[in-house]
């Protein structure tokens, strides 16, 4: 008997009995943006802001699964674990039960699930992984229904298109069976409770243009070479997860790729030099890490960019006077790490940007008298070594334009002058060194 199909009905009944169906609507085919969370819960002023009924099923399944209230209960499968006290009475029920889902998935019931054989045992495999939650996706589980019936799911001809499991409360783990949908363009599974570790055959999907599962604090993964097999992707969204290791150079090669969002993880490194390459990205967030270096030279090749923030990691070097590449840029956010140098005055060619964010770095001199050609709505320059910054002095703008403006706490212009640092990065391992 095929393993995806173990125990399946156990956890479905679960929720069959419960009559919960939590509806969360259709998927749209976007994933809300990561302002919500992402800057809201950041502890410095920098933060980026703004950023039915139950079906019952008649089967053979639902007399193969007993629900002993106040009774001693075992399991016919020791490896078998889920909330609950529902359990067949024997192996052999098990076994009918196992062949309800392959008359199902075969299309031999009177209701077929009108996807393709390996979408259908990879969608019962996938809410056979987990332990919780399920219960609130309406429809999952009912061989009376097609899949395409099934809350969060999407179908294309016989294929599974999009698949949104996102704020369902889900526990337990992503099933290894999700690398199935070779036909699969949006996997949302952000905003729950998984665990364990994200399985490599998530990196097969290689029709993939939205990947989200940020906000599972404890899924653990690092982002692989494979994930230049997803070279359809536009959006990846993947913060707040155990995300450990570093930025590869393949993840640059995702040419289609417009948002990036890294942010409150465990990385560590240096942006890849090569950056650059990534011509379309209009957002990108890898904030609330641990990366070093310098903010590489091609990032300011980036001229689609909308929106930044590189704020709480330990990037060093100037700010590049390049920046005014960057048209487009509405917010901008750096703060919280090393940077040093002045502040180039080639910003004041940035005509869209409303936040700039540039506080706890080593900046010294002045702020550059052009920024008051600057319609900010939030300007954050407080804890440098900047002589014009503090509130009270003569400021070179107009203050009425600056809705939120923080300039305090400057300081002495020797704390923020250090032995330049040179960044070897031809080195495989991108070393610092300090010049005598």
């Known amino acids: ?29 976007t994933v809300d943006t990561v302002e919500e969370a992402e800057f809201k ?24 699964v007993s629900v002993r209230s106040h009774q001693d209960v075992r399991s016919v499968d020791e490896n078998f674990s889920f909330p609950g006290k529902a359990l067949v009475n024997s192996a052999d029920e098990m076994e009918s039960a196992n062949d309800d889902v392959d008359e199902y998935c075969q299309g031999l019931s009177s209701v077929g699930p009108g996807v393709n054989p390996t979408d259908c045992y990879a969608m019962v495999s996938i809410l056979n992984g987990f332990t919780n939650g399920h219960y609130q996706l309406n429809n999952w589980g009912n061989f009376n229904l097609p899949i395409s019936e099934w809350e969060g799911v999407e179908v294309v001809g016989n294929n599974v298109f999009r698949l949104n499991l996102r704020e369902q409360n889900l526990t337990g783990e992503v099933s290894p069976e999700i690398g199935n949908f070779m036909n699969l363009t949006d996997l949302d599974f952000s905003h729950n409770y998984i665990t364990g570790d994200l399985p ?63 942010s409150f993880g465990n990385l560590t490194g240096y942006l890849p030099t090569d950056i650059g390459n990534l ?30 923030n590189l704020g709480n990691n330990n990037l060093v070097s100037i700010l ?11 917010e901008f956010q750096v703060h919280n790490n090393n940077l040093s ?21 080593n900046f010294v001199n002045y702020i550059p008298e ?12 407080y804890e440098n070594c900047l002589l014009n910054a503090e509130e009270g002095s003569e400021n070179p703008w107009n203050s009425s334009n600056v809705i939120e403006y923080n300039g305090s706490g400057q300081r002495n212009v020797s704390d923020c ?16 060194q300090i010049i005598d």
Request: charged content about 20%.
């Open 200 to 262: 490599g055959e998530i990196w097969n999907l290689d029709k993939l243009r939205v990947l989200a599962f940020g906000f599972n604090e404890n899924l653990s993964w690092v982002i692989p070479s494979e994930i230049s097999n997803l070279n359809l992707l536009k959006r990846l969204e993947v913060q707040k997860t155990d995300l450990t290791g570093t930025i590869p150079s393949e993840l640059t090669s995702l040419s289609d790729l417009e948002t990036l969002v890294l």
């Open 417 to 432: 002058i250090n032995p330049p640092i040179e960044i070897d990065l031809d080195s495989q391992n991108q070393s610092e």
């Open 41 to 64: 819960n950041s502890a410095s002023k920098d933060s980026f802001m703004n950023f039915g009924n139950s079906n019952k099923v008649e089967s053979s399944f639902t007399k193969a």
């Open 279 to 308: 011509s379309k990205l209009r957002n990108i967030w890898i904030s609330s890490n641990q990366l070093q270096g310098p903010i590489p030279a091609s990032f300011w090749d980036l001229s689609d960019l909308e929106t930044v």
């Open 341 to 361: 140098g002045v502040i180039p005055d080639t910003i004041e060619n940035l005509s869209n940007l409303e936040v700039l964010g540039l506080s706890r770095n």
């Open 1 to 29: 008997m095929n393993k995806i199909h173990k125990n399946l009905f156990l956890s479905m009944f679960i929720g069959m009995l419960l009559g919960v169906g939590l509806g969360y609507g259709l998927f749209s085919g």
């Open 370 to 381: 052009s920024i008051s050609n600057l319609n900010l709505d939030s300007f954050y320059v």
């Open 320 to 330: 590049s006077p390049l920046i005014e590449n960057l048209s487009n840029i509405r």
